[in-house]
């Protein structure tokens, strides 16, 4: 949370993006501001030094709806009534370019078409192409919650998506066909159905796709690499509901909730 002259600031993606000169990195997070009890959609871009802690004050961009949902590469998206946001690429402070998308939940970029890749709710649906390629939609189910949580990544030509109550799906690029699929976790009895859900999704070099399932805590299934096919290898119960994950080199980042990282 960043503190500012309102009520406050919250985050609810960042990514590390290249600067406009050799060696600069910046972190660029997206979030809401709160004034009251309004919500204001926003992404600050900070200067990051060599020990990851920011060299100065942030560049402020206001968006549109409540919450910028997600942020990847240059891009950004928000909710509510739906946009996805191109930036500058040097200031973040110019026009950008945008396009309007409903229920827009997170966005990932492809460096093989240089386009990116949009996760709708109500329904569950994937865009690619965006925003100056050859936009398709693709139907792929779930995300019934309004304001629920939901991840897309994409590596090397497969889009993996978390889709809430459907569970997640991986799906390729070119053909834009669903490759495997794993349903949302089973509901213990007399527990809360919105609880064991497909919050996110992470997959390695190796094969390996890691799934945030909430209270059923984190699977981790592994890819055929004839066929694309995922087969679940397991579960880690973490004693709190995973939302979030992500597989980076050696290291798996787990957040969860109250529980923390």
Do not use: W
Not at 35 to 40: D, N, P, R
Not at 244 to 256: D, P
């Amino acid at each position: 949370t960043y503190s500012s002259g309102i009520d406050g600031i919250e985050y609810s993606s960042v990514e590390i993006v290249n600067g406009p000169g050799a060696g600069q990195e910046r972190a660029l997070f997206a979030g809401c501001s709160q004034s009251g009890v309004i919500l204001s959609s926003l992404i600050h871009l900070y200067p990051i030094g060599s020990d990851g802690s920011p060299t100065a004050l942030p560049v402020f961009r206001p968006l549109s709806s409540y919450v910028a949902t997600d942020v990847c590469e240059l891009g950004a998206v928000t909710g509510d009534d739906g946009q996805f946001y191109l930036f500058n690429s040097s200031d973040f402070l110019g026009p950008a370019i945008t396009q309007t998308l409903a229920d827009a939940r997170s966005c990932a970029f492809d460096e093989a078409t240089g386009t990116y890749a949009v996760l709708q709710g109500q329904p569950g649906r994937l865009t690619t192409g965006v925003p100056n390629g050859t936009v398709v939609t693709t139907m792929l189910g779930g995300l019934s919650t309004a304001g629920t949580k939901a991840i897309v990544r994409i590596q090397d030509g497969i889009a993996y998506a978390a889709l809430g109550d459907a569970g997640m799906k991986s799906i390729n690029l070119s053909s834009l066909t669903t490759i495997s699929s794993i349903p949302a976790p089973a509901t213990p009895a007399g527990k809360n159905p919105a609880n064991y859900v497909t919050n996110g999704v992470s997959a390695n070099r190796d094969g390996l796709v890691f799934i945030a399932n909430g209270a059923a805590g984190v699977y981790v299934a592994r890819e055929d690499y004839v066929t694309g096919a995922l087969e679940v290898l397991g579960s880690l119960d973490l004693n709190g509901s995973v939302n979030f994950v992500e597989a980076v080199g050696e290291y798996l980042f787990v957040a969860t909730g109250e529980g923390g990282l």
